[in-house]
């Protein structure tokens, strides 16, 4: 007897009604993406293994899922090294291809290869799955879409302050509220660790610190001193780990607090502008905040870092973050060449839209109408009318077969269907409401009518 089939960890099917539900989001996003003038493009789902290693940190590429090469993979392998268990160098040998982790390093390198096509600066938006080997649980997949807003070739601060704005624009339509949008600086962190004499350990400093809201202070200050961060330097910024107040007032104490150190002070200016003129131009309704403690724990942010939380009702990480990167591209060959972008979590907002009830009823209506199959004797002029129906883009459908009456009405309930045409005669439609049991008969001009009214 056959095994039931099934499919791996951290991935999932999809129903009619929830891919109905994400294309309901992705389709607000873009809209968003595109009034704000973002351009669309794609890549690979896997792209050179060099192109991706060694870019998101040591934990970062841990999760990247390799592929292996294909045939004879073990070919290519001395037989001393197949003895060996260093799988670092055996893995370089067995696979040259990696599923894509995220967008943004592609999207740097597409920028790259492409650099003689574009017209700088370059606004790009990207919908498409990525991929990490992470231990799943609620809202965190193996497989998963990311909904990217990025812009390149600008050092302008208003790309931030757009940036924010999209982020609000988007939420708003899905209304969403309060979702807080978290704002840190790259450039503060490394003040903070200069002035505590660990910027050598800069990376291990923002690594632990970003984990605060997980694992707490003890824990932060655990791993701080375990790679090498002596006690009294963390004496020196206890006021982290409880930085409460406005904006305003947070700065103010980084501004004691960075005194000594021009690249922090660097930060605060940024973070002064750009929080300024969100505040002046106004959201919709999400919230802007200054945190400290974010740092996002990726290598290649170098200027503002976001991150977006969730409602507090609802129990989820993070639905969305980014930020400036203004040495990416160098990895590449293409120096000075400045880019900040967002990333939306789309399957945590689906998450989230549903525990909120936030989901239209009308999202996952496919067909608004199903004709009735009563024999040959009406399916052809049934076919003409669903032929005019969809001219004018009324979702519609004729049962396929000429089945008991009953089986094709519970087929139009199980299915979501709200109408049905019961009976054509003499040009003359039966149309029957299925909820409210309501039935009518009209002509094909009062049978429009009445769909697209609904439509």
């Known amino acids: 007897m056959a095994s039931k089939p099934s499919i791996p960890k951290g991935t999932r099917d999809f129903s009619p009604a929830e891919v109905s539900k994400r294309n309901y989001i992705i389709s607000i996003m873009r809209t968003h993406f595109e009034k704000f003038g973002y351009q669309p493009i794609e890549t690979p789902s896997f792209e050179n293994s060099e192109t991706l290693m060694g870019k998101y940190g040591e934990e970062g590429d841990r999760l990247i899922f390799k592929i292996l090469n294909s045939g004879d993979y073990l070919d290519k392998v001395p037989a001393e090294q197949l003895q060996t268990i260093n799988y670092k ?98 450039k503060i962190l490394a003040g903070i660790a200069a002035v505590i004499g660990a910027l050598d350990k800069l990376i291990d400093f923002t690594v632990a610190l970003d984990k605060l809201d997980k694992i707490g202070e003890d ?66 309704q999400s919230v802007l905040d200054l945190d400290v403690t974010l740092a996002r724990g990726l290598n290649y942010y170098t200027g503002a870092i976001f991150e977006v939380s969730a409602p507090k009702e609802v129990a989820m990480g993070s639905i969305g973050g980014g930020g400036r990167y203004d040495d990416l591209t160098g990895i590449f060959g293409l120096k000075d060449m400045s880019g900040v972008g967002i990333s939306f979590g789309l399957d945590r907002i689906y998450l989230v839209l549903e525990e909120l009830n936030l989901f239209p009823e009308t999202v996952t209506t496919s067909t608004q109408v199903m004709f009735l199959n009563l024999g040959e004797s009406q399916t052809f002029e049934a076919m003409q009318t669903i032929t005019t129906l969809r001219n004018k883009n009324i979702k519609c459908e004729m049962y396929p077969d000429a089945a008991k009456i009953d089986k094709q009405f519970k087929h139009a309930e199980r299915r979501g269907i709200p109408f049905v045409v019961k009976e054509i005669k003499d040009s003359k439609f039966t149309f029957k409401d299925i909820q409210t049991g309501e039935q009518v008969e009209v002509d094909l001009d009062g049978l429009l009518e009445k769909l697209e009214f609904r439509n």
């Open 89 to 186: 160098q055996l893995t370089g040998k067995i696979s040259e291809k990696a599923l894509r982790y995220d967008l943004t390093v592609p999207f740097a390198r597409y920028v790259v290869q492409h650099q003689s096509e574009i017209e700088f600066p370059f606004k790009r938006y990207q919908i498409q799955p990525v991929w990490r080997a992470d231990r799943p649980q609620k809202g965190r997949f193996r497989e998963f879409f990311q909904c990217d807003a990025d812009v390149v070739g600008s050092k302008s601060l208003w790309q931030e302050v757009e940036l924010v704005q999209l982020y609000d624009s988007v939420f708003a339509e899905l209304g969403l509220k309060g979702v807080t949008i978290k704002i840190n600086n790259r």
């Open 219 to 284: 824990g932060v200050k655990k791993e701080m001193i375990e790679k090498g961060i002596s006690e009294t330097a963390l004496e020196k910024v206890q006021l982290l780990f409880n930085f409460t107040g406005t904006i305003q007032e947070k700065l103010s104490k980084l501004s004691t607090l960075l005194s000594s150190s021009e690249e922090g002070k660097k930060g605060i200016e940024e973070l002064q502008f750009i929080c300024d003129n969100v505040t002046k131009l106004g959201l919709k």
